[in-house]
């Protein structure tokens, strides 16, 4: 009964401890989405094949939000002529970095872990999205 | 500990001011973002409490030899298994994980499982249906196992460039 009374006071504390972070992130993000419309992500690309994939890994690092939104926004990219490899990048970069987290990120799990994750995962979802659409192509 | 307890009220002491800069100067896009901040929050209790209780249940029942042993330095490909699949079934945005992965970083989780977890949650089961209806069941088999592979490079890559 200690141990459980311990570990629901040391989980409760480091909880509020996170509180203040998980608060300006949400508040953070929610900016994002209300100052960027979603009409402006179309215009970004240029159908270069080599420049679009990092733009749409780019524009999916600095935006936020749940997956679905970005599904839809990659199915509407698609469909205005935008390749399959930037809208990937765009949906890999979308999960996996947080350019908006990062300041929340950084303050918990460490400055350098977190810019070297955002970093290398920013470059990935470009490899990602080559390898994903080179095999489809192939298949 | 204190001053990680003051960049955290710092962090939202700036966003505030962001915030009120944005009240005086752009105020029609002060409501949507505020109406956007309450939807969130609303949508998250319910994952805020999941991982209340994984952290107690973290908290009581591992401990230093438990970690080492499972997500430490020798814990091989159970501990990519484990770090990957706890990636793919968590739910919630990214930041909600953070205390949670703070508190297994200190009790020495390696580096290499908490950027292999985070990047894993790209793939999330429930949404596939979705992905499957916007770009199809081959391409959609080809990311997440892509992904899945991708998230141990990431993990090997993160741990050694952070460790310069």
């Known amino acids: ?139 | 500990m204190k001053q990680n307890k003051n960049k955290a009220w710092l962090f939202l002491l700036i966003v505030s001011i962001i915030y009120a800069i944005m009240g005086v100067m752009k105020q029609d896009m002060l409501m949507p973002a505020i109406q956007f901040f309450l939807s969130v929050i609303t949508k998250i209790i319910p994952i805020f409490i999941l991982v209340f209780v994984l952290m107690v249940i973290t908290n009581y029942f591992t401990n230093q030899k438990y970690i080492t042993k499972h997500l430490g330095k020798d814990s091989g490909l159970r501990g990519w298994l484990l770090s990957i699949g706890a990636g793919l079934i968590s739910t919630g945005p990214i930041f909600m994980w953070y205390p949670l992965l703070k508190d297994l970083k200190k009790l020495g989780v390696k580096k290499r499982f908490i950027a292999a977890f985070l990047y894993s949650r790209a793939v999330k089961p429930a949404l596939i249906p979705l992905l499957i209806v916007y770009f199809g069941l081959t391409y959609t088999i080809v990311l997440i196992v892509v992904m899945i592979i991708m998230s141990v490079f990431q993990g090997l890559t993160v741990e050694k460039l952070s460790e310069v």
């Open chain 1, 1 to 139: 009964m200690k141990k459980l009374k311990e570990a629901l006071i040391k989980s409760a504390k480091s909880l509020y401890q996170t509180l203040p972070i998980l608060i300006g992130a949400i508040l953070l993000v929610s900016l994002a989405n209300a100052l960027i419309p979603k009409t402006f992500y179309s215009t970004m690309f240029r159908n270069n094949l080599f420049l679009d994939p990092f733009i749409g890994s780019a524009i999916g690092s600095i935006l936020a939000g749940s997956p679905i939104t970005s599904y839809i926004i990659g199915g509407e990219l698609l469909k205005q002529g935008i390749s399959l490899v930037a809208v990937t990048a765009f949906l890999v970069a979308w999960v996996t970095v947080g350019m908006v987290q990062l300041p929340a990120e950084s303050v918990m799990l460490g400055k350098k872990f977190a810019v070297v994750r955002n970093i290398t995962a920013f470059l990935f979802s470009i490899i990602v999205a080559i390898i994903t659409t080179i095999i489809v192509e192939v298949l």
